[in-house]
């Protein structure tokens, strides 16, 4: 089992408010992603990272930005929150090995932008 | 590039009900395969995976066989039951790279 968790779950704020979804990760996995879903569609990466001090961009254009300063922390900040950044949010993690490149999932951050 | 179909849905089945969700892939090597799920509400949790050809992944009653004659995946379970309502998802990773390249997810809806 992965262990990788995020909070806060479900957060419903403000338009033009500042927001930080946290993602922390105890398998010492180097990649981390952020991916954007709206419920029972499709997956959309936004942000990735390979390791300390690497960000990229996904494939998705977004708003957010995150940071890699710690190997098991990977959060994600929305400057100023719109209701079109009302989504689900999931941070995963992943391990390269001899079955190939695994992703972990955390359950997810459910956001509500009013 | 590289690509992964699957079957759209929703797929309605009734309790005991033979299952297959189809999954196709494009990719220029040799990659890995992958069956996520993801329950009402909750994040996505690994269901099963296969590596190279032939292989056989399962997990909780549901298989599918590493396919590379006809480039497929196909989820299957012969009795499928309520709990197992779900979206689900097929992905493909190659070696020379970290990413996941998704397929669009196939909704599951199991009827008593």
């Known amino acids: 089992e992965a262990d990788i968790y995020q909070t806060p779950r479900y957060l419903v704020i403000g338009t033009g408010k500042k927001i930080t979804l946290e993602c922390s990760q105890t398998?010492?996995?180097?990649?981390m992603y952020w991916y954007q879903q709206d419920p029972g569609m499709e997956l959309h990466l936004i942000h990735y990272s390979y390791g300390v001090n690497s960000t990229e961009k996904g494939d998705l254009s977004s708003e957010s930005t995150v940071s890699r300063i710690r190997t098991e922390h990977f959060p994600l900040t929305l400057e100023s929150a719109r209701p079109s950044h009302t989504s689900q949010y999931l941070c995963?993690?992943?391990?390269?090995?001899?079955?190939?490149?695994?992703?972990?999932f955390g359950e997810g951050s459910w956001l509500t932008v009013v | 590039g590289n690509s992964v179909t699957q079957m759209e849905g929703p797929v309605t089945l009734s309790e005991e009900a033979f299952l297959t969700i189809n999954c196709t892939y494009t990719a220029t090597g040799y990659p890995s395969l992958f069956w996520y799920v993801q329950y009402p509400g909750e994040g996505l949790q690994l269901l099963l995976k296969?590596?190279?050809a032939d292989d056989k992944g399962s997990n909780k009653g549901f298989e599918a066989t590493y396919r590379k004659e006809t480039t497929s995946f196909h989820l299957e379970k012969g009795s499928v039951q309520v709990s197992d309502s779900a979206v689900y998802f097929c992905?493909?990773?190659?070696?020379?790279?970290?990413?996941?390249?998704w397929g669009a997810g196939t909704k599951l809806i199991i009827k008593p």
């Open positions: 398998m010492g996995h180097d990649k």
């Open positions: 995963a993690s992943s391990e390269y090995g001899p079955s190939g490149n695994t992703i972990y």
């Open positions: 296969a590596t190279k």
């Open positions: 992905a493909l990773s190659e070696d020379s790279n970290y990413q996941l390249i």
